[in-house]
DNA sequence: GCGCACGCTGACCGAGCGGTCAAACCGACT
DNA sequence: AGTCGGTTTGACCGCTCGGTCAGCGTGCGC
């Protein structure tokens, strides 16, 4: 073997393909381009990830990993539910604020090949379940208040600040990345918690107050949908 | 001429367009494919349509307009706020509902090459302006309840229904875009609605009535957000 | 009847792509 | 010294892609 540390090539070229597939997405980069990156003979990324797809879905595990590990950590604790939920989206945030082009490439993917949807769907079903878990005490388990809306709002709300990130700089006149910028989301996406978390209590004691009422619907009456 | 209509052709090619990229994105679709499905040649592709770019930006071009007219539509009346951001909501749904493909095509532009960028910018600050004008007498114009914070939070919500639809459908047990499920999301996203708008409305009276606190910040002491 | 402009065609091009392969390399062990 | 297995190399392949171009057909104004 040649390289100086056991399995520093496979490393460097998974690094490198992190980096160029995070800015430029899958089909943005050539192997070619991840080669060069990582310094290292193109044959080699074959020999290590029997694919360029292969390699993609190797860049993705690492984050899905951690990801799903620094949410469960957070919420690993003895304080009381909401505000385990603001840990949550702390927890949530610091990830990716540590890990920017992580969204990117989820997103990427989503958007994608309809072949990434198994591979997807193994990571993230456990962090659904995980969410559902969570909230099991404040939100029912289907309808339109079930935790799975709240997975899919948050999930977007926080994904969303960075993908769209480098679109919306130049309209907001600043760039939402900057530590201010994403300080303030921070504290904007706790109020979205708090919103969420007042909501939900209040309809649960008014489903429970009130038991006529059955199921605590939107409380609006429906209005005109299609034209 | 040959075609039986004027401008025949090139809405047949915008339209082979429009179907092939939403489900395959930009770089899952060559322009023989288009040129295949719209049943015209492929060099007429690059006769209507300088590149397989401009064309991209045709498709999306359609799409924006018609969101941005149908938003604004839905929000002259004379309602009150609240019932006038309802509306705006089942607009962006039944306008998405109508024109699944849009979402995607969105996604997969954001994502994609930066090149895009200044197109997305263009549509996407009217979009932005006009909701800022919508919220302006109930959100502050800066910091963490800002309009554009609420705008993110929205279109996310709203935006990763449709994009996640095909990977989420096996995780939840049944598909995210069958009627049943979307009218529950939809019934979800004026909860959100009424959740903020009430959130709102607390923390701008608290914000009046004690106004030794000036900025209604998030309400909660701020946690440690690195470790 | 003629030519012009527009719509259209099919053959073609060079580049870049993902992926393969046979051979070279090299440290460890016998 | 020999050889064995994991690692590395550069040349190569088939293919697809976006894009071009010279020319053809035809309906319309003159």
Redesign the interface.
Known sequence: MKSSERGETATQILEAADELFGD?????VSVADIAARAGVNKALVFYYFASKERLFEAVLARYYEAHREALEASFRSEAPLEERL??LV?AY??FIERHRRYP?LV??M?????AF?PF??KN??PM?RFTEAALADVAPAS???AA??FF??L???V???F??A???A???GRDPLAPAALA?????L???V???F???ER?SRAATTTPARPAP????PR?????
Chains 1, 2 share one sequence.
């Not at 303030?184 to 904007?188: M, N, T």
């Open positions: 430029r997405g899958l089909d943005g603001h840990a702390d945030l610091d990117r997103q990427a989503v958007v994608g090949d309809p949807h997807i769907q993230l079903e659904l309808g339109p208040l799975r809306h899919l709002d999930s977007g709300a994904i969303n600040t993908t769209y480098s679109v919306l130049p309209i907001w303030e989301r921070r504290a904007h706790h109020f979205l708090d919103a969420l007042a909501a939900l309809s619907r939107s409380g609006r209005r005109a949908a299609r034209r």
